[in-house]
């Protein structure tokens, strides 16, 4: 069983940059798929990015595609995710989330393990 912790939300204005992070414990990141979610203020949860294992393919979303970065350290068992050039609705808590398997993927129900959620609120 894999515990993840995000960290890294906060309150920012529109245009700046935030890199949320989420560090792994119980067991290493080997061999998992990884992704960043967010569930906006009475909203679906929603698919933002993912990375396969070891860190070759990313997919992103269309709305932060160009815009967000996912990335991650083996080494430190943490995946990241920078956000530029944020927008008023990218407002949202932000998940990780880990996949046994090394392939990446975009559903959710494809993760097993969460995060608790980090909060990122963007002034307009």
């Known amino acids: 069983q894999v515990q993840l912790v995000e960290s890294g939300g906060g309150l920012v204005q529109a245009g700046d940059s935030l890199r949320l992070s989420c560090a792994a414990s119980g067991r290493t990141f080997r061999s998992y798929g990884l992704g960043w979610f967010r569930r906006a203020p009475g909203k679906e949860r929603e698919f933002v990015a993912a990375i396969d294992w070891p860190g070759t393919r990313t997919y992103y979303a269309d709305s932060v595609k160009g815009r967000f970065t996912i990335s991650r350290d083996n080494a430190k068992n943490t995946v990241y995710l920078q956000m530029n050039s944020l927008k008023f609705e990218d407002t949202a808590v932000y998940y990780c989330?880990?996949?046994?398997?090394?392939?990446?993927?975009?559903?959710?129900?494809?993760?097993?393990?969460w995060g608790q959620g980090t909060q990122v609120t963007v002034s307009s």
């Open positions: 989330a880990a996949k046994e398997g090394s392939a990446l993927s975009i559903y959710d129900r494809s993760y097993r393990n």
